[in-house]
Antibody, heavy 123, light 107 residues
Framework: QITLKESGPTLVKPTQTLTLTCTFSGFALSTDGVGVGWIRQPPGKALEWLALIYWNDDKRYSPSLRSRLTITKDSSKNQVVLTMTNMDPVDTATFYC???????????????WGQGILVTVSS | DIQLTQSPSFLSAFVGDRVTITCRASQAINNYLAWYQQKPGKVPKLLIYAASTLQSGVPSRFSGSGSGTEFTLTISSLQPEDFATYYCQQLNSYTYIFGQGTKLEIK
């Protein structure tokens, strides 16, 4: 059974750095083709992809947020960590952790999602 | 950067209706497109990947088509549980942009 779970602070102050951890089970991030990523969703708004880290430690970021994001992995602990700097109230959102899978080495999908964690940015 | 535009943004329909949602990409993405369904307060669920391949367990009334820059998600006969928000996502060139969503409501 594949599960992902987000953890971290639910309230951060403006200008602070947010650190979120995704702890997963049921698959290995060392497996060829697998990735773990982060997506956020402000209340009542659309999904926004943030970052993804691959089995080979390649990393990809949203172009609009690249300067604020860092994603790392600890495959031995089955964890992926996202940091987002200089938080602002507009960054208030539910943050989801996802598994990226690929089929036929070509077709990606986000097939498993964590339950999400609501992070509020407020002083 | 590739942009995705969904239309319509809002759709009202009856149970039993056939509905189609369109997703247009600002540049060609082959068939590297997925569709997700999100019900209020719930986690998004993968419906379709590679533009037209149904994820395991998804009812056959859902179908996807398209390639290049224009894609569609069709629900052949709406069921009460299908009323939700639908998102397309492009997965080309290691970027994973979402469309703005289409909210499907009961008429």
């Amino acid at each position: 059974q594949i599960t992902l779970k987000e953890s971290g602070p639910t309230l951060v102050k403006p200008t602070q750095t947010l650190t979120l951890t995704c702890t997963f089970s049921g698959f290995a991030l060392s497996t060829d083709g697998v990735g773990v990523g982060w997506i956020r969703q402000p209340p009542g708004k659309a999904l926004e992809w943030l970052a993804l880290i691959y089995w080979n430690d390649d990393k990809r970021y949203s172009p609009s947020l690249r300067s604020r994001l860092t994603i790392t992995k600890d495959s031995s602990k089955n964890q992926v960590v996202l940091t987002m700097t200089n938080m602002d109230p507009v960054d208030t959102a539910t943050f989801y952790c996802v598994r990226r899978q690929t089929v036929l080495s070509s077709f990606d999908m986000f097939d498993y999602w964590g339950q999400g964690i609501l992070v509020t940015v407020s002083s | 950067d590739i942009q995705l535009t969904q239309s319509p943004s809002f759709l009202s329909a009856f149970v039993g209706d056939r509905v189609t949602i369109t997703c247009r990409a600002s540049q060609a993405i082959n068939n590297y497109l997925a569709w997700y369904q999100q019900k209020p307060g719930k986690v998004p669920k993968l419906l379709i990947y590679a533009a037209s391949t149904l994820q395991s367990g998804v009812p056959s009334r859902f179908s996807g088509s398209g390639s290049g820059t224009e894609f569609t998600l069709t629900i052949s006969s709406l069921q009460p549980e299908d009323f939700a928000t639908y998102y397309c996502q492009q997965l080309n060139s290691y970027t994973y942009i979402f469309g703005q969503g289409t909210k499907l409501e009961i008429k």
